[in-house]
């Protein structure tokens, strides 16, 4: 990975400020602590940060085409690059470099606009032509790589993070309340708005054309599923366990593309697991494990379950334990790189690994991320399954029992069927914690939510589409748009692994995986209850049943019980104080002090403290996100310019 930043004008040709351009790089260095390059020309500046992966010594960017009329700039990877050079060079293209970031110029030469169409791979690309003075920024498929942008007057910027935007000095950092309510909504964060006012991402899938002054967003590509019944049928199983293990073998031997030393991160499950024992086999070698140890810091500890795997397939483990003060501590540093407000406090102990991983000599770690979207791993699709969602009368009760037993109410519920006329497996867990609103939202935050659904800030296939699709495939896609890129490769993925300068790479979301398992029949992922079936039949060749059947644990640590117990840091009373919560306005106090005193009063666990706590710990990570990038006055800690 890297990290790329620029602007362009979309009136006229005036010179971007170099001094501007550079600060913006300099925000985000840790993306590219190995090099830093820019491109000027009148009406636009490119500026790329470089994590040194592919071709170590010569792979300065922005790097050009042969005769320096189109520009590029990458983050990310493409992991066919050895194939697409071969392929470019018989068509006459010539390269300067052994790295990747050139083959973009050459493929833009060939395919133009339906440059990310071709590529395969993680990437947020910048690609510019100067005769047609055309400017292209892309996106990957799953939204790995991620990339923002905001209208300054006559100029559109972009960058890697927000922080990259914000170090402009042309941004004013403002909330976007709605973006703070999809958070709450989805506890993850938005893929098209953000948290700041007036900043955007750029969805997965999806490119941004700027061509004589006007811009242009559009999807080049999302996800699709055959319709109910078409889904691809097979002789018997052993053909559906052939082709996945030979493409996941496939995939994983393409992310072992580096110059660089290579580990993985293994959590004791069987998504990590797999592409762990993969490795293994592909290198036929083992190869350096990492993991985490919670202690008491989380409700499961999966250490054992993890050196246990590692044990089996012969690999050196690094365990990394974290106490319960840890978590706090590192908090503030986590809000700063997810830019963004976080409920999930596991995301802290996922950035103190990438530190360890980083400390031990290692740039790039493969995880086992994406598999529960791809198989439907979670339990929500099993309840789904279990009680025919939708249909079953179960959701409706749910609706009207969720108020009654966590002290909430129903003006503000999502209509039944939320997502573009579906209801999908995930939504009445959403309605559940979204139920901490009703008791911590203040009336100025209800009014400026007014009406607004998150639902349709969801990007994604029209509503005569979805509906054609089987009812686990409706949801399938739900969570491919939704939790994985706002929380799996955001939250924990992304921004926490290149805050140390790590790259995370993913061999379940390889395009062909995608696509494969997108076609298959739905009992082939959900069978009798029993999650991810195929990949459990394809993972039984090789691991013994103990680890081949385990059932799926969410990785999660303790959540407001690491910050309101003795000992903890003096910002988290400070941040959650009346005078603190009137000051930012989004939460009401005596609903937060309510929801402290349930929280303290500890006893038995009930749905209500279950739903407060997710809440409270969000509206503890909203009001240090606000403290660190809108008004640093809130508590102690400085904000995060370190100013």
Partial sequence: MCGIVGAISLDGRPEFPASTLEKMCQAIQHRGPDDEHQYYEPGIAIGARRLAIIDVAHGRQPISNEDGQIQVAFNGELFDFPILREQLTQKGHTFKTHCDTEAWAHLYEEHGEDVFLKARGQFAACVWDKNKRKLLLGRDRAGISPLYYTVVGNWLLWSSEIRGLLASGLVNAQPDRLGLDYFFNFFCMPTRRTCFEGIHMLPPGHQLTVENGKMNVRCYWDLDFPDAGDERQFKNPKQAEEEFAEILEASVRRRLFSEVPVCCYISGGLDSTTILGTVSRVREKPIQAFTLSLEDSGPVDEREQAEESARVLNCPIDVLSIKPSEIAKAFPEQIVATEGPIFDTSTACLMMLAKRVHERGFKVALTGEGADELLAGYIWFRMAQKFHFPGHPLPRLFRG?????????????????????????????????????????????????????????????????????????????????????????????????????VEGRYPFLDESLVEFCSQLPVDMKLRKGENKWLLRQVAARTLPTQISGRPKTMFRAHLMANFLSPGSPGWVSQLLSEEALRKTGYFNPKGVQRAIEIQKRGGKRSMRRYVLDMGLMATLSTQLWHHLYIDPTLCDLPDWTGV
Avoid at 426 to 442: A, H, K
């Fill in 401 to 501: 029992i969720f108020p009654l037993i966590t002290g909430g109410g129903r003006k503000h519920q999502a209509p039944m069927a939320a997502f573009h006329g579906t209801r999908i497996a995930q939504q009445t867990s959403y309605e559940l914690i979204g139920q901490s609103r009703e008791v911590l939202y203040s009336d100025q935050m209800w009014k400026a939510v007014g009406d607004y659904s998150p639902y349709e800030d969801v990007p994604g296939n029209c509503d005569d589409r979805i509906r054609k699709w089987s009812s686990l495939n409706q949801s399938l896609y739900a969570g491919f748009k939704i939790m994985l890129p706002g929380l799996l490769l955001a939250g924990k993925g992304d921004r926490i692994t290149m805050n140390s300068s």
